[in-house]
């Protein structure tokens, strides 16, 4: 079955960087585009960015251009999200999921349980 | 970028009543409109893509409407299970927005 797990969370200083990992199996990886969206606490879900199916492409969310990348490992079955300049504004839930063509539509048919950052000094 | 107006942003229902949540975008996003469901702690669940395709598994109780730029999400008789929060989702072009959400709460 489809598994997405995130991993790499935790408690970053302020401008600190820090490295998430999404960890899939039950599918073929390397035919799908991945994207990271995240929820501030008691807040609503955020986009954040997507990478296509070879890594050759990325887009991100305005809220993050610049200091986030995201890149994977196909070989590894393994999805990244390299955040720096972490701020406040950026304490979350980061969910990894995977991205779905069909009926002429485009969804997040599996999602990850969710890994916490929480950037505080 | 392509701006959601989702509401109402909190309902209060019973069980058994029938909910219809909307959603709105800035720009026509053909049937480029997704619906998921989020129970506290969890990770948000498919339950309508392409604005009215019901995704395996979800009940036929869940309905959704639309094109263009108006869709609607339809709960015909709601169950225990259903209060949680419901979020639409533009998938026509990058950033892929989502809607504030609706919190649907027990009345």
């Known amino acids: 079955q489809v598994q997405l797990v995130e991993s790499g969370g935790g408690v970053v200083q302020p401008r600190r960087s820090l490295r998430l990992s999404c960890a899939a199996s039950?599918?073929?990886?390397?035919?799908?585009?991945m994207h990271w969206v995240r929820q501030a606490p008691g807040k609503g879900l955020e986009w954040v960015a997507v990478?296509?199916?070879?890594?050759?492409?990325?887009f991100f969310a305005d809220s993050v251009k610049g200091r986030f990348t995201t890149s994977r490992d196909n070989s590894k079955n393994t999805l990244f999200l390299q955040m720096s300049s972490l701020s406040a504004e950026d304490t979350a839930v980061y969910y990894c999921?995977?991205?779905?063509?069909?009926?002429?539509?485009?969804?997040?048919?599996?999602w990850g349980q969710g890994t916490l950052v929480i950037v505080s000094s | 970028d392509i701006q959601m107006t989702q509401s109402p942003s909190s309902l209060s229902a019973s069980v058994g009543d029938r909910v219809t949540i909307t959603c709105r975008t800035s720009q026509s996003i053909n049937t480029y409109l997704n619906w998921y469901q989020q129970r506290p702690g969890k990770a948000p669940k498919l339950l309508i893509y392409a604005a009215s395709s019901l995704q395996s598994g979800v009940p036929s109780r869940f309905s959704g409407s639309g094109s263009g730029t108006d869709f609607t999400l339809s709960i015909s008789s709601l169950q225990p299970d259903d209060f949680a929060t419901y979020y639409c989702q533009q998938s026509y072009s990058a950033p892929y927005t989502f809607g504030q959400g609706t919190k649907l709460e027990i009345k």
């Open positions: 039950g599918f073929t990886f390397s035919s799908y585009a």
């Open positions: 999921a995977r991205g779905q063509y069909a009926s002429g539509s485009y969804y997040y048919d599996y």
């Open positions: 990478i296509s199916f070879d890594g050759s492409n990325e």
